[in-house]
Protein backbone atom coordinates (compact mmCIF):
# COMPACT_ATOMS: atom_id res chain seq x y z
CA UNK A 1 0.00 0.00 0.00
CA UNK A 2 1.07 3.79 -0.89
CA UNK A 3 -0.29 6.70 -0.06
CA UNK A 4 -2.41 8.21 -2.69
CA UNK A 5 -3.70 12.15 -0.70
CA UNK A 6 -1.41 14.37 0.20
CA UNK A 7 1.65 14.14 -2.36
CA UNK A 8 3.29 17.19 -2.36
CA UNK A 9 3.73 16.12 1.80
CA UNK A 10 5.57 12.64 0.67
CA UNK A 11 7.80 14.50 -1.57
CA UNK A 12 9.20 17.10 0.82
CA UNK A 13 9.22 13.97 3.21
CA UNK A 14 11.00 12.34 0.55
CA UNK A 15 13.76 15.10 -0.06
CA UNK A 16 14.46 14.76 3.67
CA UNK A 17 14.75 11.15 3.86
CA UNK A 18 17.03 10.97 1.02
CA UNK A 19 19.54 13.61 2.66
CA UNK A 20 19.41 11.73 5.86
CA UNK A 21 19.75 8.31 4.09
CA UNK A 22 22.40 9.74 2.01
CA UNK A 23 25.16 10.84 5.13
CA UNK A 24 23.73 7.65 7.27
CA UNK A 25 26.74 5.26 7.53
CA UNK A 26 24.67 1.86 9.37
CA UNK A 27 27.04 -0.66 11.50
CA UNK A 28 24.54 -3.61 10.80
CA UNK A 29 26.66 -6.41 10.22
CA UNK A 30 24.05 -9.39 9.35
CA UNK A 31 24.31 -12.94 10.52
CA UNK A 32 21.95 -15.71 9.10
CA UNK A 33 18.35 -15.15 10.43
CA UNK A 34 17.57 -17.77 12.40
CA UNK A 35 13.20 -17.61 12.72
CA UNK A 36 10.86 -20.00 14.05
CA UNK A 37 8.12 -18.40 11.30
CA UNK A 38 9.08 -20.40 8.24
CA UNK A 39 6.05 -19.03 6.11
CA UNK A 40 4.44 -16.01 6.30
CA UNK A 41 1.62 -15.77 8.93
CA UNK A 42 -1.80 -15.41 6.84
CA UNK A 43 -3.23 -13.39 9.17
CA UNK A 44 -1.18 -9.77 10.10
CA UNK A 45 -1.15 -6.32 11.27
CA UNK A 46 -1.15 -3.67 8.94
CA UNK A 47 0.50 0.01 9.82
CA UNK A 48 -0.46 1.92 6.77
CA UNK A 49 -1.67 4.98 8.09
CA UNK A 50 -1.45 4.17 11.72
CA UNK A 51 -1.60 7.55 13.98
CA UNK A 52 2.42 7.59 14.87
CA UNK A 53 1.39 8.18 18.66
CA UNK A 54 -0.86 5.08 18.17
CA UNK A 55 0.93 2.69 16.14
CA UNK A 56 3.43 1.28 19.11
CA UNK A 57 0.95 0.38 21.35
CA UNK A 58 -1.15 -1.47 18.94
CA UNK A 59 1.47 -3.84 17.27
CA UNK A 60 2.78 -4.45 21.07
CA UNK A 61 -1.22 -5.72 21.76
CA UNK A 62 -1.26 -7.38 18.43
CA UNK A 63 1.88 -9.55 19.29
CA UNK A 64 0.93 -10.00 22.78
CA UNK A 65 -2.50 -10.92 21.87
CA UNK A 66 -1.23 -13.48 19.09
CA UNK A 67 -0.60 -11.88 16.21
CA UNK A 68 3.05 -12.59 14.32
CA UNK A 69 3.07 -10.68 11.56
CA UNK A 70 3.80 -7.25 11.32
CA UNK A 71 3.19 -5.24 7.74
CA UNK A 72 5.53 -2.02 7.15
CA UNK A 73 6.74 0.45 5.29
CA UNK A 74 9.64 3.08 5.23
CA UNK A 75 7.18 5.54 3.40
CA UNK A 76 4.32 4.92 6.24
CA UNK A 77 7.08 7.23 8.14
CA UNK A 78 6.04 5.05 11.42
CA UNK A 79 8.57 2.40 11.23
CA UNK A 80 10.27 3.35 14.50
CA UNK A 81 7.34 3.59 16.57
CA UNK A 82 5.99 0.21 14.99
CA UNK A 83 9.78 -0.65 16.56
CA UNK A 84 9.00 0.18 19.91
CA UNK A 85 5.62 -1.84 20.10
CA UNK A 86 7.79 -4.94 18.69
CA UNK A 87 10.68 -3.88 21.43
CA UNK A 88 7.69 -3.91 24.13
CA UNK A 89 5.44 -7.05 23.45
CA UNK A 90 6.87 -9.67 25.03
CA UNK A 91 7.19 -11.50 21.92
CA UNK A 92 10.87 -12.85 20.69
CA UNK A 93 12.14 -11.66 17.37
CA UNK A 94 12.56 -15.26 16.49
CA UNK A 95 8.73 -15.41 16.36
CA UNK A 96 7.96 -12.79 14.62
CA UNK A 97 6.92 -12.19 11.20
CA UNK A 98 8.34 -8.51 9.64
CA UNK A 99 7.40 -7.06 6.32
CA UNK A 100 8.91 -3.74 4.88
CA UNK A 101 8.96 -2.05 1.69
CA UNK A 102 11.50 -0.09 -0.58
CA UNK A 103 10.22 2.85 -1.36
CA UNK A 104 10.32 4.72 -5.37
CA UNK A 105 13.32 7.08 -4.63
CA UNK A 106 15.96 4.70 -3.19
CA UNK A 107 15.28 2.06 -6.56
CA UNK A 108 18.45 3.23 -7.69
CA UNK A 109 21.02 0.12 -6.50
CA UNK A 110 23.60 2.11 -4.38
CA UNK A 111 20.59 3.19 -2.45
CA UNK A 112 19.04 0.15 -1.88
CA UNK A 113 21.25 -1.51 0.60
CA UNK A 114 21.29 1.85 2.56
CA UNK A 115 17.30 2.03 2.48
CA UNK A 116 16.32 -1.09 4.08
CA UNK A 117 19.29 -1.04 6.80
CA UNK A 118 17.29 2.31 7.39
CA UNK A 119 14.64 0.72 7.71
CA UNK A 120 16.18 -2.36 9.98
CA UNK A 121 17.13 0.10 12.37
CA UNK A 122 13.82 2.07 12.66
CA UNK A 123 11.95 -1.43 13.27
CA UNK A 124 14.92 -2.63 15.91
CA UNK A 125 15.18 -6.15 14.21
CA UNK A 126 18.51 -7.80 12.92
CA UNK A 127 16.96 -8.71 9.95
CA UNK A 128 13.30 -8.12 7.48
CA UNK A 129 11.65 -11.75 6.73
CA UNK A 130 10.53 -10.10 3.59
CA UNK A 131 11.27 -6.62 1.67
CA UNK A 132 9.40 -5.79 -1.20
CA UNK A 133 9.49 -3.11 -4.26
CA UNK A 134 6.58 -1.07 -3.13
CA UNK A 135 5.73 0.12 -6.29
CA UNK A 136 7.81 -0.59 -9.96
CA UNK A 137 7.67 3.06 -10.44
CA UNK A 138 11.55 4.88 -9.58
CA UNK A 139 11.52 8.52 -8.64
CA UNK A 140 14.59 10.64 -9.02
CA UNK A 141 16.53 10.75 -4.94
CA UNK A 142 15.87 13.79 -3.29
CA UNK A 143 13.24 15.56 -6.39
CA UNK A 144 10.00 14.26 -5.02
CA UNK A 145 8.11 12.26 -7.47
CA UNK A 146 9.52 13.47 -10.43
CA UNK A 147 10.15 10.14 -12.47
CA UNK A 148 13.61 8.40 -13.05
CA UNK A 149 13.54 6.61 -16.31
CA UNK A 150 16.45 5.92 -16.28
CA UNK A 151 16.61 2.91 -13.37
CA UNK A 152 14.33 -0.19 -14.33
CA UNK A 153 12.64 -2.49 -12.37
CA UNK A 154 15.27 -4.76 -13.09
CA UNK A 155 18.29 -2.66 -11.84
CA UNK A 156 16.55 -2.39 -8.44
CA UNK A 157 15.57 -5.93 -8.53
CA UNK A 158 19.38 -6.99 -8.62
CA UNK A 159 20.13 -5.09 -5.69
CA UNK A 160 17.04 -6.79 -3.78
CA UNK A 161 18.70 -9.96 -4.30
CA UNK A 162 21.82 -9.44 -2.87
CA UNK A 163 20.25 -7.76 0.26
CA UNK A 164 18.87 -11.78 0.59
CA UNK A 165 23.06 -12.88 0.13
CA UNK A 166 23.70 -10.33 2.76
CA UNK A 167 21.70 -11.83 5.24
CA UNK A 168 19.66 -8.02 5.57
CA UNK A 169 16.39 -9.77 4.66
CA UNK A 170 14.85 -14.20 4.27
CA UNK A 171 12.84 -12.79 1.45
CA UNK A 172 12.06 -10.84 -1.57
CA UNK A 173 9.16 -9.60 -3.29
CA UNK A 174 6.92 -6.88 -5.14
CA UNK A 175 3.85 -4.87 -4.64
CA UNK A 176 1.63 -3.27 -6.65
CA UNK A 177 2.83 -4.95 -10.02
CA UNK A 178 0.64 -5.44 -13.04
CA UNK A 179 0.91 -9.13 -14.65
CA UNK A 180 3.37 -8.12 -17.25
CA UNK A 181 5.74 -6.74 -14.84
CA UNK A 182 5.71 -9.87 -12.78
CA UNK A 183 6.65 -11.83 -15.88
CA UNK A 184 9.30 -9.65 -16.74
CA UNK A 185 10.51 -10.41 -13.20
CA UNK A 186 10.29 -14.13 -13.49
CA UNK A 187 11.71 -14.17 -16.78
CA UNK A 188 15.51 -12.60 -15.24
CA UNK A 189 15.28 -13.50 -11.35
CA UNK A 190 17.95 -15.64 -9.63
CA UNK A 191 16.22 -15.17 -6.33
CA UNK A 192 12.47 -14.77 -7.13
CA UNK A 193 9.80 -13.18 -5.64
CA UNK A 194 8.42 -14.73 -2.58
CA UNK A 195 5.36 -12.66 -2.37
CA UNK A 196 3.40 -9.72 -4.13
CA UNK A 197 1.44 -7.61 -1.86
CA UNK A 198 -1.46 -5.29 -4.41
CA UNK A 199 -5.11 -4.53 -3.62
CA UNK A 200 -7.38 -6.97 -3.29
CA UNK A 201 -11.10 -7.56 -2.12
CA UNK A 202 -15.04 -8.44 -2.73
CA UNK A 203 -14.87 -5.37 -4.62
CA UNK A 204 -11.36 -5.97 -6.55
CA UNK A 205 -11.32 -9.65 -6.49
CA UNK A 206 -8.74 -9.91 -9.28
CA UNK A 207 -9.23 -13.63 -9.33
CA UNK A 208 -7.50 -14.29 -12.26
CA UNK A 209 -4.48 -12.42 -10.75
CA UNK A 210 -4.57 -14.48 -7.60
CA UNK A 211 -4.65 -17.71 -9.45
CA UNK A 212 -1.79 -16.79 -11.62
CA UNK A 213 0.67 -15.85 -8.77
CA UNK A 214 -0.38 -19.60 -7.62
CA UNK A 215 0.44 -20.95 -10.62
CA UNK A 216 4.05 -19.54 -10.06
CA UNK A 217 4.29 -20.07 -6.16
CA UNK A 218 3.98 -16.34 -5.04
CA UNK A 219 2.17 -16.05 -2.42
CA UNK A 220 -0.50 -12.85 -2.24
CA UNK A 221 -0.69 -10.48 0.14
CA UNK A 222 -4.10 -8.59 0.03
CA UNK A 223 -3.90 -5.19 1.26
CA UNK A 224 -7.02 -3.05 2.01
CA UNK A 225 -8.78 -6.10 2.60
CA UNK A 226 -11.63 -4.58 3.93
CA UNK A 227 -12.32 -2.62 0.68
CA UNK A 228 -13.37 1.00 1.25
CA UNK A 229 -13.04 1.18 4.88
CA UNK A 230 -9.94 3.42 4.68
CA UNK A 231 -11.01 6.88 4.88
CA UNK A 232 -8.97 7.96 2.31
CA UNK A 233 -10.47 6.21 -0.74
CA UNK A 234 -12.21 8.42 -2.35
CA UNK A 235 -14.93 6.20 -3.85
CA UNK A 236 -18.36 6.18 -5.69
CA UNK A 237 -19.40 2.69 -4.09
CA UNK A 238 -21.19 2.63 -0.77
CA UNK A 239 -19.00 1.26 1.99
CA UNK A 240 -18.40 -2.26 2.07
CA UNK A 241 -19.26 -2.11 5.61
CA UNK A 242 -23.21 -1.08 4.98
CA UNK A 243 -23.35 -3.75 2.02
CA UNK A 244 -26.66 -5.55 2.46
CA UNK A 245 -25.16 -8.85 0.90
CA UNK A 246 -22.51 -8.11 3.71
CA UNK A 247 -24.64 -7.38 6.69
CA UNK A 248 -26.90 -10.56 5.78
CA UNK A 249 -23.62 -13.03 5.28
CA UNK A 250 -21.85 -11.65 8.93
CA UNK A 251 -25.08 -12.00 10.37
CA UNK A 252 -25.62 -15.76 9.51
CA UNK A 253 -22.19 -16.45 10.53
CA UNK A 254 -22.79 -14.42 13.56
CA UNK A 255 -19.65 -12.20 12.73
CA UNK A 256 -19.11 -9.08 12.44
CA UNK A 257 -19.10 -7.56 8.60
CA UNK A 258 -15.29 -7.13 8.95
CA UNK A 259 -14.45 -10.76 10.02
CA UNK A 260 -16.47 -11.99 7.41
CA UNK A 261 -14.64 -9.98 4.59
CA UNK A 262 -11.21 -11.15 6.59
CA UNK A 263 -12.27 -15.19 6.69
CA UNK A 264 -13.13 -14.74 3.00
CA UNK A 265 -9.63 -13.35 2.06
CA UNK A 266 -8.32 -16.32 4.14
CA UNK A 267 -10.69 -18.77 2.30
CA UNK A 268 -9.17 -17.81 -1.12
CA UNK A 269 -5.84 -18.47 0.27
CA UNK A 270 -4.75 -14.73 0.00
CA UNK A 271 -2.89 -13.27 3.28
CA UNK A 272 -4.71 -10.33 4.90
CA UNK A 273 -3.09 -7.39 6.30
CA UNK A 274 -6.00 -5.48 8.50
CA UNK A 275 -4.89 -1.89 9.87
CA UNK A 276 -6.18 -1.19 12.97
CA UNK A 277 -5.02 0.53 16.43
CA UNK A 278 -7.89 0.01 18.35
CA UNK A 279 -7.58 -3.05 21.04
CA UNK A 280 -11.04 -3.75 20.50
CA UNK A 281 -10.67 -4.26 16.67
CA UNK A 282 -7.63 -5.82 17.30
CA UNK A 283 -9.13 -8.68 19.18
CA UNK A 284 -12.43 -8.56 16.72
CA UNK A 285 -10.34 -9.41 13.64
CA UNK A 286 -8.80 -12.29 14.82
CA UNK A 287 -12.65 -13.48 14.92
CA UNK A 288 -12.28 -14.07 11.16
CA UNK A 289 -9.75 -17.16 11.54
CA UNK A 290 -12.91 -18.90 12.83
CA UNK A 291 -14.91 -18.48 10.20
CA UNK A 292 -15.77 -20.65 6.96
CA UNK A 293 -17.65 -20.11 4.39
CA UNK A 294 -19.42 -22.67 2.27
CA UNK A 295 -19.10 -23.28 -1.37
CA UNK A 296 -22.31 -21.78 -2.34
CA UNK A 297 -21.27 -18.27 -0.49
CA UNK A 298 -17.57 -18.02 -2.10
CA UNK A 299 -19.44 -18.28 -5.50
CA UNK A 300 -21.92 -15.94 -5.14
CA UNK A 301 -19.25 -13.59 -3.66
CA UNK A 302 -17.23 -13.97 -6.86
CA UNK A 303 -20.59 -12.90 -8.80
CA UNK A 304 -20.60 -9.48 -6.37
CA UNK A 305 -16.84 -8.50 -8.04
CA UNK A 306 -16.97 -4.87 -8.58
CA UNK A 307 -13.66 -4.02 -10.05
CA UNK A 308 -13.32 -1.16 -8.19
CA UNK A 309 -9.50 0.23 -7.52
CA UNK A 310 -9.41 2.31 -4.43
CA UNK A 311 -5.60 2.65 -4.41
CA UNK A 312 -4.14 4.13 -7.86
CA UNK A 313 -1.88 7.00 -7.49
CA UNK A 314 -0.75 6.42 -11.17
CA UNK A 315 -2.63 9.55 -12.50
CA UNK A 316 -0.49 11.85 -9.89
CA UNK A 317 2.51 10.19 -10.89
CA UNK A 318 2.27 10.47 -14.77
CA UNK A 319 2.50 6.03 -14.97
CA UNK A 320 0.34 4.08 -16.07
CA UNK A 321 -0.30 1.61 -13.52
CA UNK A 322 -2.32 -1.74 -13.74
CA UNK A 323 -2.28 -1.81 -17.28
CA UNK A 324 -3.72 -5.16 -17.66
CA UNK A 325 -5.54 -5.25 -14.32
CA UNK A 326 -8.92 -4.32 -13.86
CA UNK A 327 -9.57 -0.49 -13.24
CA UNK A 328 -5.99 0.62 -14.44
CA UNK A 329 -5.23 4.27 -14.25
CA UNK A 330 -6.42 6.16 -16.79
CA UNK A 331 -4.13 9.36 -17.71
CA UNK A 332 -5.28 12.34 -20.36
CA UNK A 333 -6.05 11.49 -23.48
CA UNK A 334 -6.62 8.14 -22.51
CA UNK A 335 -10.55 8.31 -23.22
CA UNK A 336 -9.90 9.64 -26.72
CA UNK A 337 -7.45 7.20 -27.63
CA UNK A 338 -10.20 4.68 -26.78
CA UNK A 339 -12.67 6.26 -29.19
CA UNK A 340 -9.98 5.75 -32.02
Known amino acids: MA ?6 AVAGFACQLYTILSLMVLPIEAENPVSRVHDIPQFGLGTWLSDREKVAHAVQYALDAGYNHIDAALIYRNEDQTGKGIAASGVSREDIWVTSKLWNEHH ?22 LYLMHWPVAFIPGEGTKLDDKTTIFDTWRAMENLVRANLTRYIGISNFAKKD ?11 PYAHEFETHPYLQQQDFVDFHKDLGIKVI ?8 NPTYDSDLKPIMEDP ?15 ALLAWGIQRDTIVIPKTIHEKYVDENLGALEIS ?4 EMKEIGARDKKARMNNPGRSWGVKLFA ?3 DPTKLDGDDKNEEL
Open 3 to 8: PIKGLS
Open 108 to 129: RPDDVTAAIKKSILDLGVEYLD
Open 182 to 192: VEDIMDMCSIC
Open 222 to 229: AYSPLANT
Open 245 to 259: FWKDLARKKNATVAQ
Open 293 to 296: LTDD
Open 324 to 326: DLD
